[in-house]
């Protein structure tokens, strides 16, 4: 009859872009008669703030202001091939494609510039909208000015187009698994220990505080990388106690119809969440990052599951660790069978309980 | 830097705030007719009589089935060697209860209302299997036309198999063998904005698709793919979803409003209810998974063996690359060199599940990281120090024999352990992620050591 | 019937049953207020009703005839911002942004009845809203800042309350 308190630990990883690669992302970029730069590209902004994010590392690339950077992803007549928003792959893979096409442009205003400039374009470079002289500051052309003469002194569009696509992994033995390359583009790392307060008697599990931390490579904007983080956090808080489309899986029945009988997380549900950020570069992503959107959801339901049997001695192990199965588990008092070295829990689910068909276990 | 590491405010954000931001269904067509759909009311049937006419005999109403699709099965993933399984329309069996059998058009929404309650057909129902383990039971029901699991990964084998090491050597070895299982639950992706798309027939034929598609080119691939068409016959426009997180990438409505577009003439708009959403839109998988890992009595992972039974609802849709994903992943944070992983995507007659945030490594996160934290337990030592000693270095290798380059398990554990003031020797405090030597390189591991040169 | 919206006396000519949701953004092209589930379940429709937050899905516009409907379209522009607005976009409280009409309207009508920044009081007016993306805590820090009556500086982004940065840890 109280209310215990218990804290868990996970740590985990997860890979960028899709498994085995072989997922391009493309941009291309044109500047405007006075300097301001367009930007299409393909990928879907689905809240992560991928257009937000692209063009900062466009404006970064090229040398101006964020504010100079128009972004287009409407339409597959203007944009071109972006594989899609998911595999966390819209700031490494999209946003690295992005930073080639401005990588380009870049070099074309250096172009003209030395031209404008007399001087060789490898001693300019671009602070700011203004192409500067190395060393020799009073020596420099505003990019209007150099846009302005592309367009009406030499009759050029400054353009640049990018694409990142890391070549297809594969599967070179399927007996084992063996790949001939890395099948992603980068792995993200994070770790998070929850603290819970279990009710042994409604059986009623609250999260109440989610310390984390992330590896993300480079925080290219640190605000919607903490909102991937939050947002991810509420995720994997649902995920791990309170959702589940079929609440008597594996039967369909009594399937929610609404948000009155499907548990989404709400503002009641929310824990503290301390964050911490890592930043261990990437070797080939946009400014060293690494991908964040869908790790964010991970760690959390085995520190959840991890924490509860630290205050009350019980393993849940099937999600969502419901109040049902809190007190059930507890009712039951379950003990791992032990037979010599083996030790073995959860025997009530296995498939060697269960099923006819397959076996599973060390003897097996 | 200037914009890189700033915070800028969102491209959109304003237009956030002033209710400027257009999604697709904010976008009026004038002349935009309402589709619904006719769904299967049974899990596994046999169907026959499809009857639409009384529907398409109501003022201003189309209706499409499966005879009006160009390429009724097309595999999202085929590219990927995933073959084709899934009809767009059901032919003449459904497998899932809200199985799309025949989409209507009409002037107003209650009108495409009262044109599907028109719509009949006979259902034969058959024993329906729900249960993922009972799959592989001699008289379980076959409810895929290929049996009960998916039998198409490379070289036609019928699971995904990952072997490494000597798996008997080191159960053999092990102080202590445990043993779980680990039952992660279907859950919506319940994005605000629900499923949606509006079809426009253009006068030079073109069709103009405004999606909330999570992926542009692929949604485009997939139209093109069923209707047959090259291209440049399609303009996806959107880029603008209201939430997403893996549900928005199925392609569930744009094919169909295509299709009615262009049987009617007309634009035609879907907007799924929210009941809809969520009684009928694909779901994140339930995941079964069982793991025995062989470890030592001073906290080395020797050997890890595991089951994974992929719940896949009625169709393949994503999951063979999804239990792919897994399998590559199932050591999680971890160097274990000794490794037996058998992975099968199972078919039951639930809606087809896809991919949801973390797809395929969510699920062994959490049978993983929860299995650790037993082992911690039964050996006695600190949840902590169990990871960091097995933590993935530079040099180690993963399940499919790639080395790691710059894994940064130790440093997140150790920046974690400070934060909650959980107090760890000074060994393991000096830890850091550089490639295993003395204490940190015991016999088991030097032959999974690789180059991460390689790469 | 007759309403007024944001200010402009307004004819309604859809049926008395037809959701005020329905009126608003089928008939008169105000697309704010979302249809995130049409079961009241969400929050995303929210608008004010004569000042009061109504979620409008529910709402039959017979049950309005001649009340003042506001929407986001009433409470600000991209040139004059409302504080809600300055503080949703400050504080980065709209992530996809589908939820972030009906969590404003919600929000303006706590402030309006004198709402402070208690975060538990802020929790207890809005919690009937479902954000999908963003975990709410900055659009419960939005709120209260909001309440506060700070000032935004629009060109920047808040960084949040509890995060640490420690950079390159090898």
């Not at chain 2, 097309?74 to 069996?93: F, M, N, R, V």
């Not at chain 2, 102080?175 to 039952?183: E, F, H, M, P």
């Not at chain 2, 708009?269 to 998988?285: G, I, K, N, P, Y």
């Not at chain 3, 004010?48 to 979620?55: M, T, Y």
Request: hydrophobic fraction near 40%; charged fraction near 20%.
């Amino acid at each position: 009859m109280a209310v215990k308190t218990g804290r868990g630990f996970a740590a985990i990883e997860y890979p960028t872009g899709m498994n085995q690669n072989g997922d391009p992302s493309q941009a291309w970029i044109k500047v405007k008669p006075d300097g301001r730069i367009d930007v299409f590209a393909g990928t879907s902004d689905i809240g992560n703030g991928s257009k937000t994010i692209q063009s900062q590392i466009v404006a970064e690339t090229i040398g101006v202001p964020y504010e100079w950077i128009t972004y287009d992803n409407s339409n597959t007549d203007s944009s071109p091939v972006c594989t899609g928003t998911f595999a966390s792959r819209a700031t490494f893979v999209a946003g690295k494609a992005a930073e080639k096409a401005a990588e380009n442009v870049r070099q074309k205003i250096l172009e003209i510039a030395g031209k404008e400039l007399e001087i060789d374009p490898a001693d300019l470079e671009i602070i700011d909208g203004e192409v500067i002289a190395k060393g020799a500051p009073q020596k420099k052309i505003s990019v209007p000015d150099v846009a302005a003469a592309a367009t009406w002194t030499y009759g050029e569009l400054i353009t640049g187009t990018g694409a990142q696509l890391k070549p297809f992994a594969t599967i070179v033995e399927p007996a084992t698994g063996k790949v001939d390359l890395p099948p992603h583009s980068a792995i993200s790392y994070a770790s998070c220990s929850a603290e819970v307060e279990v009710d042994d008697e409604t059986g009623v599990v609250t999260v109440k505080r989610l310390w984390q931390c992330y590896d993300v490579g480079k925080s290219i904007n640190p605000t919607l990388v903490e909102g991937q983080i939050e947002g991810g956090a509420v995720q994997g808080l649902g995920l791990g106690v309170l959702e589940n489309c079929y609440p008597y899986y594996p039967s369909v029945e009594h399937r929610g119809s609404s948000f009155g009988s499907y548990l989404a997380p709400g503002m009641e549900d929310l824990p503290q969440i301390d964050t911490i950020i890592i930043e261990n570069p990437s070797a080939d992503g946009p400014y060293g990052a690494k991908g964040i959107g869908e790790m964010a959801n991970n760690a959390q339901p085995p520190a959840i599951a991890s924490a509860v049997f630290d205050a009350v001695g019980v393993w849940v192990t099937e999600l969502p660790i419901t109040p049902e199965r809190v007190l059930r588990a507890l009712q039951a008092k379950a003990e791992p069978a032990r037979d010599g070295k083996t030790v073995v829990f959860d025997a009530a689910l296995s498939v060697n309980t269960v099923s006819t068909g397959i076996t599973f276990g060390a003897a097996a | 830097m200037k914009a890189v590491g700033a915070r800028v405010p969102r491209y959109d954000g304003v237009a956030h705030v002033t209710g400027h931001t257009m999604f697709v269904d904010d976008l009026k067509i004038p002349g935009a007719l309402w589709a619904k759909a006719f769904r299967s009311p049974v899990h596994n049937a046999g169907m026959s009589n499809l009857d639409t006419s009384k529907a398409e005999a109501m003022p201003g109403v189309h209706v499409i089935t499966w005879n009006d699709v160009p390429l009724l099965e097309y595999g999202h993933l085929s590219a990927l060697g995933i073959p084709a399984d899934e009809p767009l329309l059901a032919k003449d069996e459904v497998r899932y209860l809200g199985q799309p059998i025949a989409i209507v058009a009409a002037p107003s929404e209650e009108a495409a209302m009262a044109a599907v309650a028109a719509i009949t057909a006979d259902f034969d129902e058959r024993p329906a299997l729900f249960d993922v383990r009972k799959a592989f039971d001699a008289d379980a029901p076959q409810i895929h036309a290929e049996g009960n699991w998916y039998r198409h990964f490379e070289d036609e084998m019928d699971r995904r198999q990952i072997r490494k090491g000597n798996i008997d050597e080191a159960f053999d070895k092990a102080d202590l063998i445990v043993q779980g299982v680990y039952r992660p639950a279907a859950i919506e992706h319940a994005p605000i904005e629900t499923q949606v798309c509006q079809v426009v027939p253009e006068a030079n034929g073109r069709l103009t698709i405004y999606s909330c598609t999570q992926a542009l080119y692929f949604s485009m691939g997939v139209v093109a793919a069923h209707l047959q068409l090259p291209l440049n016959k399609l303009k996806v426009v959107g880029g603008t979803v209201g939430g997403g997180f893996g549900g928005k990438v199925d392609t569930a409505t744009e094919t169909l409003c295509a299709l009615l577009a262009q049987k009617s003439g007309k634009p035609v708009r879907w907007r799924w209810t929210r009941e809809e959403e969520f009684l009928c839109s694909s779901t994140r998988a339930p995941w079964h998974m069982e793991i025995a890992d062989a470890v030592t009595k001073d906290g080395w992972i020797l050997g890890r063996k595991m089951l994974t039974l992929h719940d896949s609802g009625a169709y393949a849709r994503f999951s063979p690359y999804g239990l792919t994903k897994h399998s590559f992943h199932h050591t999680g944070a971890y160097s274990i060199p000794n490794l037996e992983f058998d992975g099968y995507v199972v078919y039951t007659n639930r809606t087809p599940t896809t991919a949801m945030r973390g797809f395929g490594v969510t699920s062994v996160s959490f049978a993983t990281e929860t299995h650790m934290s037993r082992i911690a337990l039964e050996l006695g030592i600190d949840p902590y120090e169990l990871r960091l000693k097995n933590a993935n270095r530079v040099g180690d290798t993963s399940p499919n024999q790639i080395a790691y380059t710059d894994p940064s398990t130790v440093p997140t554990i150790l920046a974690i352990a400070d934060a909650v003031g959980h107090d760890l020797t000074p060994e393991y405090k000096a830890m850091t992620p550089g490639p295993r030597s003395g204490a940190l390189l015991p016999e088991h591991l030097v032959g999974q050591l690789g180059n991460p040169e390689d790469h | 019937m007759n309403l007024t919206v944001n200010g402009v006396a307004t004819s309604v000519e859809s049926a008395p049953l037809t959701s005020l949701l329905d009126v608003l953004r089928e008939e008169l092209g105000i697309t704010s207020p979302k249809a995130g589930c049409e079961q009241g379940g969400c929050g995303a429709c929210t608008v004010l009703v004569d000042g009061e937050a109504r979620r409008s899905c529910l709402t039959p516009v017979a049950a309005v005839d001649g009340a003042a409907i506001t929407t986001v379209e009433g409470l600000g522009s991209p040139e004059h911002l409302a504080p809600i607005q300055q503080a949703f976009t400050h504080h980065y409280a709209a992530q996809c942004g589908f939820c972030t009409s009906g969590m404003m309207m919600a929000a303006q009508a706590y402030l309006d009845d004198g709402g402070n920044d208690d975060h538990e009081a802020i929790q207890d007016a809005l919690g009937g809203h479902v954000c999908r993306c963003t975990g709410y805590v900055k659009i419960i820090d939005a709120v209260a800042a909001a309440a506060r009556g700070e000032s935004f500086d629009l060109s920047v982004t808040a960084a949040g309350t509890s995060m640490t940065n420690l950079g390159g840890v090898s």
